[in-house]
């Protein structure tokens, strides 16, 4: 299984950015899948998750202005991000989970937990400038 990022750059605070995630390997769709970020310092975060089913979950930093989507025929996961802010500036994973994971999103309604990922891409660097 292979999880490539791309779409990560420089963009100045009130800006917009597009994370792709091009997924191979699974034979099926992947149960839960999500965007989690890492700040210099900080631990890594849950940003936002999908299920199997389409449903969404997200932190509630970004709630209202990162969006996560998946293309199945194009076996790609998404995440618009809108209205940056200098601290949304880290390092954007793209991650793929099993049942566990779909299970934690849909009971707790929040982005999967890192230690539910089976998947890792290797990230995307977002820097939001003031």
């Known amino acids: 299984v292979q999880l490539v990022e791309s779409g990560g750059g420089s963009v100045r605070a009130g800006g917009s950015l597009k994370l792709s995630c091009a997924v191979s390997?699974?034979?099926?769709?992947?149960?839960?899948m999500g965007w989690f970020r890492q700040a210099p310092g900080k631990e890594r975060e849950g940003v936002a998750g999908?299920?199997?089913?389409?449903?969404?979950t997200y932190g509630d930093s970004v709630k209202g202005r990162f969006t996560i989507s998946k293309d199945n025929a194009k076996n790609t996961l998404y995440l618009r991000m809108t209205s940056l802010k200098p601290e949304d500036t880290a390092q954007y994973y793209c991650?793929?989970?099993?049942?566990?994971?779909?299970?934690?999103?849909?009971?707790?309604?929040?982005?999967?937990?890192?230690?539910?990922?089976?998947?890792w891409g290797k990230g995307a660097l977002v820097t939001v400038s003031s």
């Open positions: 991650a793929a989970g099993g049942l566990s994971c779909l299970a934690y999103i849909r009971a707790l309604g929040v982005p999967p937990s890192a230690r539910l990922v089976d998947y």
């Open positions: 390997g699974f034979t099926e769709s992947a149960y839960c």
């Open positions: 999908i299920g199997s089913d389409g449903n969404t």
